[in-house]
């Protein structure tokens, strides 16, 4: 009776396990949602819709983008966390998730209720200053602002964006103070105030900046690329001008329930890399002045994780707890 019993049992765990690889090699059948936690147009917004149609011609079903932003991209991050857990509901987000992970007394979700399946791109930043003050490099920045303690107006998008914490990160090494102001109404509400003259420094991500760093009215620094920018090569890097430390990437890229099944999240993981990899995907990231991924994808978990611990660093450094 208990052999009988073995055997039985046996066999169904044989055929549930015949069965997974099976529902992975089905998957998809039937649209899939990628939610972006950001406005329509900006940064992020703009990689999906490249990123998309890609995946959905890879996986033979459309891969619809649904903008979902508000409360500093906590509504959208929620919403695909409260979504079934089937593969068929996409996160396409920055590491603004991670940051506000942090950063949040309740953020609704933690970091390890998502499964990173697959990086797109990375992006840099760039200080800039606006043009009327007597700036030319970052060295006249950091002496500037030691002379003027508080004086210059510093930009951001919150307390939890990178464009805040980078800054925080900068200061606290090269030893001066500014004031800061928050925009909400994201970056390039922000850029326009620079261009206007009504602040005077902001830590824009590469994509806005350099279309910022057209006017006259404004002058770049500084990237925190690792090297310098084949697309401005007279822009220097915060690490070569002595701030190592200031090596600042974001990255983008697709996220699930860490519930969804394995073979879905391979699935999903293998594909997509194959899109992050595709020469005309690559040229339209590198024109909209981002770096493509060009590593494992297998290696995306690992990077997230060690890029959390960093920050982690720098928000209880700043002693920063947000509440909605």
């Excluded at 824009?204 to 006017?215: E, F, L, P, R, V």
Aim: hydrophobic share 45%; net charge positive.
């Amino acid at each position: 009776m208990i052999t009988q019993g073995l055997k039985t049992w046996s066999g169904c765990l044989c055929l549930a396990l015949a069965a997974i690889p099976a529902s992975a090699q089905n998957f998809p059948t039937k649209p899939l949602r990628m939610i972006v936690p950001y406005g329509a147009g900006g940064p992020t917004d703009v990689i999906a819709r490249v990123a998309a149609p890609k995946l959905g011609d890879a996986l033979g079903q459309a891969v619809l983008v649904e903008n979902r932003p508000g409360a500093a991209t906590l509504i959208g991050t929620r919403a695909a966390l409260q979504a079934p857990a089937d593969g068929y509901t996409l996160l396409f987000t920055a590491n603004t998730m991670a940051l506000n992970s942090l950063a949040y007394r309740n953020p609704g979700y933690k970091m390890s209720d998502f499964v990173p399946i697959a990086p797109i791109a990375t992006t840099s930043f760039i200080l800039s200053v606006k043009s009327s003050l007597p700036i030319k490099t970052l060295a006249d920045f950091v002496a500037h602002a030691r002379a003027n303690p508080k004086k210059l107006n510093n930009v951001s998008l919150g307390s939890s964006s990178v464009t805040h914490l980078a800054v925080e990160r900068f200061r606290a090494t090269a030893g001066y103070e500014v004031t800061e102001v928050e925009y909400g109404g994201g970056s390039s509400a922000a850029a326009q105030a620079l261009m206007a003259g009504v602040v005077d420094v902001f830590l824009d991500g590469t994509i806005s900046a350099m279309n910022t760093g057209k006017s006259p009215q404004v002058r770049m620094l500084a990237t925190t690329r690792d090297q310098r920018m084949p697309s401005a090569p007279d822009l220097p890097t915060f690490k070569e001008l002595g701030y190592p430390n200031m090596v600042i990437l974001s990255w983008v890229g697709v996220f699930a329930s860490v519930k969804t099944p394995e073979p879905i999240v391979q699935k999903l993981s293998t594909e997509l890399a194959k899109v992050a990899s595709d020469g005309e995907v690559r040229n339209r990231l590198v024109n909209l002045g981002l770096d493509p991924w060009t590593g494992r994808a297998q290696d995306f978990p690992a990077f997230v994780k060690e890029d959390l611990a960093l920050w982690e660093k720098d928000i209880r450094r700043a002693g920063i707890q947000l509440d909605e």
